[in-house]
């Protein structure tokens, strides 16, 4: 029954992580706690996520910037292990505040800059890079933060989910190797994030579909709901 509950909500998460670029996390990582517990659950959600963006990024091939994932990357990896050790010394909250108003910032930002017909160079993509990238070893997940960066690139649809998968894989792959010089990943803990990720990697299939249905302003709407519902999402967790 744990390994059904798993497959259906990542299928589930999968799906919206195929359709908005994020979210997987959010649907799967409860059941993942519940099914097998808090500790053996990060792991096994570290390779289900690697799976998941790889199907994104499969799925979108023939679409990816591979120049821009790699252009972040370079940037983004050094500061999100900077990142992380930041995470340790600042007082609790404040991480979560300064990026609910910058989420929630985005949302008319994108379309002032849209309007406007500006767009990041790949020299700038890079620069931003680090600062986002450094956000990430703060808070863990990726998307939401990833998204806005690449849509103001230029990416839309396929462009923006691949290229955005792309450069997930790399934090993703980090995080693996990590627990696996910690010998946190015993063979069952693998082929529980292997069941959990297979599941995500149908999803991210079945999103493209959806995806290749929607006019681009429905798309783009989709990525400002998730922007304001992250940013909330953050300034309540602020509050607690």
Request: proline letters at 4%; hydrophobic letters at 60%.
């Amino acid at each position: 029954m744990d390994y059904v509950l798993v497959l259906a909500f990542g299928l589930l998460g999968g799906t919206l992580g195929g359709i908005v670029g994020t979210g997987s996390s959010i649907v799967l990582m409860p059941v993942l706690v519940l099914a097998w517990g808090p500790v053996e659950a990060v792991p096994v959600m570290a390779i289900a996520a690697f799976l998941g963006n790889l199907g994104r990024v499969v799925a979108w091939r023939r679409e990816v910037d591979w120049r821009a994932a790699g252009a972040f990357c370079i940037a983004a990896l050094p500061a999100a292990a900077l990142g992380v050790r930041t995470l340790l010394a600042i007082p609790e909250g404040v991480a979560e505040t300064a990026l609910g108003v910058f989420f929630l910032a985005m949302v008319p930002a994108r379309h002032h800059l849209r309007q406007r017909g500006w767009r990041l160079s790949i020299l700038q993509l890079a620069v931003l890079a680090a600062p986002l990238g450094f956000l990430t070893g703060i808070v863990v997940s990726t998307g939401p933060l990833q998204v806005p960066l690449f849509t103001a690139y230029g990416l839309e649809r396929g462009g923006l989910l691949g290229t955005e998968a792309l450069a997930s894989l790399a934090v993703y792959a980090a995080k693996i190797a990590t627990f696996a010089a910690s010998a946190a990943l015993p063979g069952k803990v693998v082929l529980e994030g292997l069941v959990a990720g297979s599941s995500l990697m149908a999803g991210s299939f079945i999103g493209r579909h959806v995806v290749l249905r929607l006019s681009q302003d429905t798309f783009r709407l989709l990525i400002d709901g998730l922007l304001v519902f992250s940013g909330l999402a953050m300034l309540v967790a602020a509050l607690r």
